[in-house]
């Protein structure tokens, strides 16, 4: 685990939000320091390399807000955010990362991100959303913030009825595309024609009452969520 400066930047009376970086690349950790370093009101208290030292850098520091690296080798991000929650650290975490994949989003919020952000935000915008973070919002980037928009949140009996209103080829492909299956990869594993697929895509978004895939796997979740829970 490496330490990063504790000094604020010129004219600062003090760091408001305490910050850990974990990632690992040292290059990015590095330069996450040095930007911050310049705005004075962030100041980060530890790296961290692996998820692992992760870990241990925020039970150890218990910052206000932690940036955590999605793809990183051993433990990924969203084990490390998984763990943390498990042990009850009230720091709130961000995952930070190249990777604008709905499923990866989706996957991050779930295991108790506060917020998912890429690595190629402007500066200016980059620290507003530590800022929003740490007092308590959850935040997104632009470019993924539009993925999570969905209907109110459907009732077991809609659930169960929409269910129900698939046929069982329908339902298959469903079942595919919310494992991030493509339309080749969903016609070759059920030996229909790609074109197929696109129908019976389009028939569960209308009848289900969907705009997209992502919202699709959303709901697929939720209805595997009521019948364990039921």
């Not at 989706?106 to 200016?124: I, Q």
Request: proline fraction near 3%; glycine fraction near 10%.
């Amino acid at each position: 685990m490496e330490h990063a400066m504790t000094s604020t930047a010129p004219g600062a009376e003090g760091a408001s939000i305490r910050l850990v970086v974990v990632d690992d690349h040292a290059l990015f950790r590095r330069g996450i320091g040095q930007l911050l370093s310049m705005y004075g009101d962030i100041q980060v208290v530890a790296e961290a390399a692996s998820g692992a030292e992760g870990i241990e850098a925020v039970l150890t520091h218990r910052p206000d807000v932690a940036l955590v690296d999605l793809h990183m080798k051993g433990l990924d991000g969203i084990s490390v955010i998984r763990a943390l929650q498990s042990a009850g650290s009230t720091t709130r975490l961000v995952m930070l990362t190249v990777s604008d994949s709905s499923f990866d989003v989706m996957e991050a919020l779930k295991a108790g991100a506060s917020g998912y952000l890429l690595k190629d935000m402007e500066p200016d915008e980059f620290c507003l959303k530590l800022r929003q973070v740490a007092a308590g919002g959850t935040v997104l980037s632009s470019e993924v913030g539009g993925l999570l928009a969905k209907p109110q949140p459907p009732t077991r009996e809609s659930i169960d009825e929409g269910w129900a209103s698939l046929t069982a080829r329908e339902q298959e492909t469903l079942e595919l595309v919310s494992k991030g299956a493509s339309n080749k990869i969903v016609a070759r594993s059920l030996g229909i024609a790609e074109s197929t697929v696109k129908v019976h895509v389009k028939h569960v978004l209308q009848k289900l009452n969907l705009r997209n895939r992502f919202e699709a796997a959303v709901w697929l979740r939720e209805l595997r969520e009521e019948e364990r829970g039921g």
